[in-house]
């Protein structure tokens, strides 16, 4: 069973950076997508951006483009979410997912198969 695992959050002020990791193990497949979602209180887990193992592609929500950056450290398997201009709607945990279908769609429309546990991000003054 693959095991995610999210770092990297915290409180950060509006304008500011952050960058969270995701580590994935236990999980054998020559290709995957990963995705980074966030939720906050009171709303459904929306997608944020993914990107995959095989060939690269990357795609965002429209709300981040231009701000987030996904990247990709295959040794080991660790997903980036640079996260930049942050402002307080940014605000949420954020959860990392993994596709075992690793063609990147629009939107990052993805079927998570394994979440990990979720970290906290804050934008606040």
């Known amino acids: 069973q693959a095991h995610l695992v999210e770092s990297g959050g915290g409180l950060v002020q509006p304008g500011g950076s952050l960058r969270v990791s995701c580590v994935l193990s236990n999980y054998i497949s020559e290709t995957w997508q990963i995705g980074w979602y966030r939720q906050a209180p009171g709303t459904e887990r929306e997608a944020v951006s993914c990107?995959?193992?095989?060939?690269?592609?990357?795609a965002y929500a429209d709300s981040v483009k231009g701000r987030f950056t996904i990247s990709m450290d295959n040794a080991p398997n660790t997903v980036y979410l640079q996260m930049n201009s942050l402002n307080p709607e940014d605000t949420g945990v954020y959860y990392c997912g993994l596709d075992t279908f690793a063609v990147v769609l629009p939107a990052c429309l993805m079927n998570v198969a394994y979440w990990g546990q979720g970290i906290q991000v804050t934008v606040s003054s």
């Open positions: 990107t995959n193992n095989d060939d690269g592609e990357t």
